[in-house]
């Protein structure tokens, strides 16, 4: 059974139940509950920290969407999109016990081939990583922080 850490994130009430020996949190964004592991955690404090603290919109937000990379199906933890419905962010969730290493941030970058977001950032919960993708100019450039919603891209 996971037992839920402090992050580097703020904290928030979240709904979480007990059913046998499994443990769920609720989802805003999908409206469900799901089971409560390591990765999940740190998906619903970042999901939170968008929402509550950059002021991205819920309803602009899709958890775990699916893409085909190389004819292989993978999941995007998060991606969040614009109001002309472009994608504009993208985050790679890991447990707090991953190490944030290049092949993360591979993986990411991987999926942005197919996504082409402009900013994608990567979290383990303890360390988060933000980076800005100039397509044109095939660069990128790290940032401190994430933007506001009404700043980004």
């Known amino acids: 059974m996971f037992e839920p850490l402090q992050l580097n994130l703020p904290a928030h009430p979240f709904k979480i139940k007990q059913e046998l020996s499994i443990t769920y949190i609720f989802d805003e964004i999908r409206k469900k509950y799901l089971v409560l592991t390591p990765e999940e955690w740190v998906r619903q404090h970042l999901v939170q920290y968008i929402v509550k603290e950059k002021s991205y919109p819920r309803s602009l937000i899709k958890l775990e969407g699916g893409l085909k990379l190389n004819s292989l199906q993978k999941r995007t933890d ?57 397509f044109e100019n095939q660069k990128y450039t790290f940032v401190k922080d994430l933007p506001d919603y009404d700043n980004s891209l």
Do not use: W
């Open 78 to 134: 998060v991606v969040v999109f614009n109001n002309r419905g472009e994608k504009i962010l993208m985050i790679e969730c890991k447990a707090p016990s991953v190490k944030i290493t290049q092949n993360v941030f591979d993986q990411i970058a991987r999926y942005n081939i197919i996504h082409r977001v402009p900013l994608l950032a990567v979290s383990n919960g303890l360390e988060h990583f933000y980076c800005l993708i100039d």
